[in-house]
């Protein structure tokens, strides 16, 4: 890796030149995009006088004047990305402008960042580094702007004109061209900036604000798809109510645009007032979308209706403190679906997700602290890491400060800092003022990569009544950093006994390398009692703590605390996939029948019975083979959650099939009611159909003509592992239903590539091939790419040909889209935890990919795997 790329946090300094205000006007036509920018500059540092040096990629200069007056030629250069004018060239005067046009092809950007063309519509992403591609730019977050912006293009072709800010200014121009002008008054750092142009419908509503201002909501998206946006709306009235009532933030312009957008690299940009979003998160109803695809889009919203303030009031200063508004703005969007959804199932999902992709990423290659030191490629740094880890540091903050202290915080951050670039430090002083309790060990989360491994031993005196415990922790070393100190780790506990009834709870830090404490006050006798650990997932960090199945099960049946129920059953589920046991099977399976009566009893909330009878990933029990020090299989691994399918549906039908009859009834209602009703249903789908239930795979297919989207994907999802009649039969139809509707034709694509039986290259060749395929669509890429690399049998073949053709595939995306095909590349993650055999296979796959791979994005997660190894 040339050090000559890298970008280090310790270089930081502030920007020579400040851009106070910032007016485009912004031509757009078929064939060309023309760029006029003025520029207020001023000189913001007390450096030596030095050249101008901006990025300024993709594009052609055709103009370049200072207070009006053309530069020569010999004063300015543009080469390798950027735009240098020689300091003799500059101005003394302490502010003064700088005015370009420029010649951009937006046609044929297929990279997605900048000002591009999707499906007839112009579109940006700047974040991170797009606007270097719109107009040359001192484009970093600390550089902070009012922008005015003036739109023109073809009125019949683009009748919709969008920027930030406020819509000023309409109006006819000659030749059939129109004109919008925007005024955003905040100043923003030019990730912020946004442009949309092109054929768009307008779905209208309003929100009046706690002070009682009235806010014109609108979302655009492509003409006939106005029906599937009442989800939407309704879920950013109630993301800007949310905020309000929670944090005291209200929305402070007189509109609020939000675009739904087919060929875009994430899933939403939280563009100051103008959020863009892939339109898989917008468009959507009961019959088009699934609960949890539902609640996600209500939850990515949120996110980034949340942004307004934490991420553009307040940005962050550099790159390095992404995680300051994006582990912020996660934690902000859980609480928001907490409240709205029910905390504990919340909680049950965001620590399934993090162990299931931000663990691995820790113990891999790309390990990376919240706060990185230094990157190549800052896009590769929107990470499990910098957002779901980023936000376990922030509720590990307010578990230690308590919820009123940390909201006094949060407020005294974001008042402090509004208008302004702040970093990480920043928010943990604010944090720590507005408590009056010191921090400053709990900043080593910040700095450290890896995942603590906390381990506990106990000393039970029966006589006395007291159980000692003694918590010590360990990070391993991650690239780069051999040598961890103890971070500060919240430990909730509650203390049962045997029958289930709780004793105690506490709250312990263990702040050193290890530390004791007594409990004292426990009834007294030779059995110790027994311990609900973590609760609530407190901290982020594996626990080391062997425990009897007998009390396991005792958690999972009568744990207060349902994450720990949760938890309890994802180890005894653990044990017997990696250690078949007689006894473990008979135990499970004896919960497992008492939860499904529960549920038909109604004594139970069937979507906590619903997770708590889910497997661990494939992830977690390869992390879990290597805890145990054996090399895991992925396709033995894959192999034995099927089976699992297969012996619980076996030996608890008759309970399964009072769940479907109990379900039934209650399966139409609608969204968010129902839930529970319909995810019980496809498990029982899913587990009979596994066990061979010739009429459930039947009435799993019919779902697939039904209204309900969660329902068909149920039926698809019951019947996907199985190469059998039934599951053709529905493919079949769903793919006949749903084919002029890519958003959701997606599903089908991903379903296909993943099938675990027949010949799987061949058939994600095809994929490929399928007309519906859209090669330029990131949805689609995922879908198919991404299906593969889950599948074990096709990716993970013993003969090396499923890492070959994935290396192949990625080489084109990378061509097209860096930014797609680096995420993608980490499929290839986490190669050394294999057999030596299998490691062979995919370092050759690396190895050919690092002398093909060209984009800078792909080749720094190449290396890093490969850096691994040496």
Same mark, same amino acid.
């Given at each position: 890796?040339?050090?000559?790329?890298?970008?280090?946090?310790?270089?930081?300094?502030?920007?020579?030149?400040? $851009?106070? /205000?910032?007016?485009?006007?912004?031509?757009?036509?078929?064939?060309?995009?023309?760029?006029? =920018?003025?520029?207020?500059?001023?000189?913001?540092?007390?450096?030596?006088?030095?050249?101008?040096?901006?990025?300024?990629? =993709?594009?052609?200069?055709?103009?370049?004047?200072? #207070?009006?007056?053309?530069?020569?030629?010999?004063?300015?250069?543009?080469?390798?990305?950027?735009?240098?004018?020689? /300091?003799?060239?500059?101005?003394?005067?302490?502010?003064?402008?700088?005015?370009?046009?420029?010649?951009?092809?937006?046609?044929?950007?297929? %990279?997605?960042?900048?000002?591009?063309?999707?499906?007839?519509?112009?579109?940006?992403?700047?974040?991170?580094?797009?606007?270097?591609?719109?107009?040359?730019?001192?484009?970093?977050?600390?550089?902070?702007?009012?922008?005015?912006?003036?739109?023109?293009?073809?009125?019949?072709?683009?009748?919709?004109?969008?920027?930030?800010?406020?819509?000023?200014?309409?109006?006819?121009?000659?030749?059939?061209?129109?004109? *919008?002008?925007? !005024?955003?008054?905040?100043?923003?750092?030019?990730?912020?900036?946004?442009?949309?142009?092109?054929?768009?419908?307008?779905?209208?509503?309003?929100?009046?604000?706690?002070?009682?201002?009235?806010?014109?909501?609108? @979302?655009?998206?492509?003409?006939?798809?106005?029906?599937?946006?009442?989800?939407?709306?309704?879920?950013?009235?109630?993301?800007?109510?949310?905020?309000?009532?929670?944090?005291?933030?209200?929305?402070?312009?007189?509109?609020?645009?939000?675009?739904?957008?087919?060929?875009?690299?994430?899933?939403?940009?939280?563009?100051?007032?103008? #959020?863009?979003?892939?339109?898989?998160?917008?468009? /959507? &109803?009961?019959?088009?979308?699934?609960?949890?695809?539902?609640?996600?889009?209500?939850?990515?919203?949120?996110?980034?209706?949340?942004?307004?303030?934490?991420?553009?009031?307040?940005?962050?200063?550099?790159?390095?403190?992404?995680?300051?508004?994006?582990?912020?703005?996660?934690?902000?969007?859980?609480?928001?679906?907490?409240?709205?959804?029910?905390?504990?199932?919340?909680?049950?999902?965001?620590?399934?997700?993090?162990?299931?992709?931000?663990?691995?990423? &820790?113990?891999?290659?790309?390990?990376?602290?919240?706060?990185?030191?230094?990157?190549?490629?800052?896009?590769?740094?929107?990470?499990?890491?910098?957002?779901?880890?980023?936000?376990?540091?922030?509720?590990?903050?307010?578990?230690?400060?308590?919820?009123?202290?940390?909201?006094?915080?949060?407020?005294?951050?974001?008042?402090?800092?509004?208008?302004?670039?702040?970093?990480?430090?920043?928010?943990?002083?604010?944090?720590?003022?507005?408590?009056?309790? %010191?921090?400053?060990?709990?900043?080593?989360?910040?700095?450290?990569?890896?995942?603590?491994?906390?381990?506990?031993?106990?000393?039970?005196?029966?006589?006395?009544?007291?159980?000692?415990?003694?918590?010590?922790?360990?990070?391993?070393?991650?690239?780069?950093?051999?040598?961890?100190?103890? $971070?500060?780790?919240?430990?909730?506990?509650?203390?049962?006994?045997?029958?289930?009834?709780?004793?105690?709870?506490?709250?312990?830090?263990?702040?050193?390398?290890?530390?004791?404490?007594?409990? %004292?006050?426990?009834? $007294?006798?030779?059995?110790?009692?027994?311990?609900?650990?973590?609760?609530?997932?407190?901290?982020?960090?594996?626990?080391?703590?062997?425990?009897?199945?007998?009390?396991?099960?005792?958690?999972?049946?009568?744990?207060?605390?349902?994450?720990?129920?949760? !938890?309890?059953?994802?180890?005894?589920?653990?044990?017997?996939?990696?250690?078949?046991?007689?006894?473990? *099977?008979?135990?499970?399976?004896?919960?497992?029948?008492?939860?499904?009566?529960?549920?038909? *009893?109604?004594?139970?909330?069937?979507?906590?019975?619903?997770?708590?009878?889910?497997?661990?990933?494939?992830?977690?029990?390869?992390?879990?083979?290597?805890?145990?020090?054996?090399?895991?299989?992925?396709?033995?691994?894959?192999?034995?959650?099927?089976?699992?399918?297969?012996?619980?549906?076996?030996?608890?039908? =008759?309970?399964?099939?009072?769940?479907?009859?109990?379900?039934?009834?209650?399966? &139409?209602?609608?969204?968010?009611?129902?839930?529970?009703?319909?995810?019980?249903?496809?498990?029982?789908?899913?587990?009979? %159909?596994?066990?061979?239930?010739? *009429?459930?795979?039947?009435? =799993?297919?019919?779902?697939?003509?039904?209204?309900?989207?969660?329902?068909?994907?149920?039926?698809?999802?019951?019947?996907?592992?199985? &190469?059998?009649?039934?599951?053709?039969?529905?493919?079949?139809?769903?793919?006949?239903?749903?084919?002029?509707?890519? $958003?959701?034709?997606?599903?089908?694509?991903?379903?296909?590539?993943?099938?675990?039986?027949?010949?799987?290259?061949?058939?994600?060749?095809?994929?490929?091939?399928?007309?519906?395929?859209?090669? #330029?669509?990131?949805?689609?890429?995922?879908?198919?790419?991404?299906?593969?690399?889950?599948?074990?049998?096709?990716?993970?073949?013993?003969?090396?040909?499923?890492?070959?053709?994935?290396?192949?595939?990625?080489?084109?995306?990378?061509?097209?889209?860096? @930014?797609? /095909?680096?995420?993608?590349?980490?499929?290839?993650?986490?190669?050394?935890?294999?057999?030596?055999?299998?490691?062979?296979?995919?370092?050759?796959?690396?190895?050919?990919?690092?002398?093909?791979?060209?984009?800078? #994005?792909?080749?720094?997660?190449?290396?890093?795997?490969?850096?691994?190894?040496?």
């Amino acid at each position: 890796m040339s050090a000559e790329t890298l970008v280090r946090l310790a270089d930081y300094m502030p920007p020579v030149w400040s $851009v106070d /205000a910032v007016e485009l006007r912004v031509e757009l036509f078929s064939s060309e995009t023309l760029v006029h =920018a003025q520029l207020s500059i001023q000189r913001s540092s007390d450096r030596q006088r030095e050249p101008l040096s901006w990025p300024a990629v =993709a594009m052609e200069i055709q103009e370049l004047a200072i #207070n009006g007056t053309a530069l020569p030629v010999e004063a300015w250069s543009h080469q390798g990305g950027g735009l240098v004018i020689e /300091a003799a060239a500059l101005p003394d005067d302490p502010i003064w402008m700088l005015s370009t046009r420029v010649r951009l092809d937006p046609a044929s950007n297929t %990279s997605l960042e900048g000002l591009y063309v999707s499906g007839g519509l112009f579109t940006t992403q700047c974040e991170a580094e797009g606007f270097r591609r719109i107009t040359p730019f001192p484009d970093r977050p600390d550089v902070l702007s009012r922008y005015r912006v003036r739109i023109e293009a073809d009125q019949a072709d683009c009748p919709v004109l969008l920027s930030n800010g406020n819509c000023t200014a309409t109006g006819e121009l000659p030749q059939g061209r129109h004109f *919008a002008e925007w !005024d955003d008054p905040f100043p923003k750092p030019s990730y912020l900036f946004a442009l949309v142009a092109g054929r768009l419908q307008e779905v209208r509503d309003q929100f009046t604000t706690a002070s009682g201002r009235e806010v014109a909501l609108r @979302i655009h998206v492509e003409p006939g798809d106005e029906h599937l946006c009442g989800h939407a709306m309704a879920s950013l009235k109630r993301s800007m109510a949310w905020d309000e009532q929670a944090f005291g933030l209200e929305y402070d312009l007189d509109e609020f645009n939000l675009v739904a957008v087919r060929h875009f690299n994430m899933g939403a940009m939280e563009n100051k007032s103008l #959020n863009i979003f892939n339109s898989k998160l917008v468009l /959507a &109803d009961s019959k088009t979308a699934t609960d949890a695809e539902l609640e996600r889009i209500e939850s990515v919203i949120g996110h980034e209706y949340f942004h307004n303030w934490t991420g553009n009031r307040v940005t962050c200063r550099d790159w390095f403190q992404l995680s300051l508004k994006e582990g912020l703005t996660v934690f902000r969007d859980q609480e928001f679906t907490s409240d709205l959804h029910g905390a504990a199932l919340k909680r049950i999902e965001d620590v399934a997700m993090l162990r299931a992709a931000q663990f691995p990423e &820790d113990a891999g290659p790309t390990a990376h602290p919240v706060q990185p030191s230094e990157y190549i490629a800052i896009d590769n740094f929107y990470t499990t890491t910098i957002y779901e880890k980023g936000a376990e540091l922030i509720r590990m903050q307010r578990t230690l400060l308590g919820a009123d202290a940390f909201l006094k915080g949060v407020q005294l951050y974001l008042s402090r800092h509004d208008g302004q670039a702040a970093t990480c430090e920043q928010f943990v002083q604010a944090l720590e003022e507005a408590s009056g309790v %010191s921090l400053q060990t709990f900043r080593r989360w910040y700095h450290q990569a890896g995942t603590p491994q906390l381990s506990l031993q106990t000393d039970w005196d029966g006589a006395a009544g007291e159980l000692k415990l003694t918590l010590s922790q360990l990070t391993p070393p991650t690239p780069g950093q051999s040598e961890k100190q103890p $971070v500060p780790i919240p430990v909730r506990l509650g203390v049962l006994d045997a029958s289930g009834q709780q004793l105690q709870e506490r709250l312990l830090v263990l702040e050193q390398a290890e530390q004791s404490w007594t409990l %004292s006050g426990l009834p $007294v006798g030779p059995n110790p009692p027994v311990l609900s650990l973590l609760r609530e997932f407190s901290a982020p960090v594996q626990l080391v703590f062997q425990r009897s199945d007998a009390d396991l099960a005792l958690l999972l049946r009568s744990d207060p605390d349902p994450f720990s129920r949760w !938890d309890a059953g994802q180890q005894l589920w653990q044990r017997q996939l990696l250690e078949p046991n007689p006894a473990t *099977a008979e135990l499970l399976e004896g919960v497992c029948r008492q939860l499904l009566h529960a549920v038909v *009893a109604g004594s139970v909330d069937p979507r906590l019975v619903w997770a708590l009878l889910q497997a661990p990933s494939r992830p977690e029990l390869e992390a879990a083979c290597m805890a145990a020090g054996t090399t895991p299989d992925p396709l033995e691994l894959e192999r034995s959650l099927l089976q699992r399918r297969c012996w619980l549906g076996e030996a608890l039908q =008759a309970e399964l099939q009072a769940v479907i009859a109990w379900a039934q009834p209650q399966a &139409d209602q609608s969204w968010p009611a129902g839930v529970g009703a319909r995810a019980m249903l496809g498990l029982a789908w899913a587990w009979l %159909s596994a066990a061979g239930d010739g *009429a459930i795979r039947q009435q =799993a297919a019919r779902a697939v003509d039904g209204g309900s989207m969660s329902l068909a994907r149920s039926g698809l999802a019951a019947l996907q592992p199985w &190469d059998c009649p039934e599951r053709q039969q529905a493919t079949t139809a769903f793919a006949k239903r749903w084919r002029d509707r890519p $958003v959701i034709l997606d599903a089908w694509f991903a379903m296909e590539a993943s099938a675990p039986f027949g010949d799987g290259i061949a058939r994600a060749d095809a994929l490929l091939q399928d007309p519906a395929f859209d090669p #330029n669509a990131p949805n689609s890429l995922r879908a198919v790419l991404g299906g593969f690399g889950r599948c074990a049998e096709h990716f993970h073949r013993t003969d090396g040909r499923g890492y070959q053709w994935m290396a192949q595939q990625l080489v084109a995306v990378d061509q097209r889209n860096p @930014i797609a /095909a680096s995420r993608m590349l980490k499929l290839f993650m986490g190669w050394r935890r294999y057999s030596p055999e299998r490691q062979q296979l995919m370092r050759s796959s690396l190895e050919w990919l690092a002398e093909n791979i060209t984009s800078p #994005n792909s080749k720094e997660v190449v290396m890093l795997c490969l850096g691994a190894a040496d």
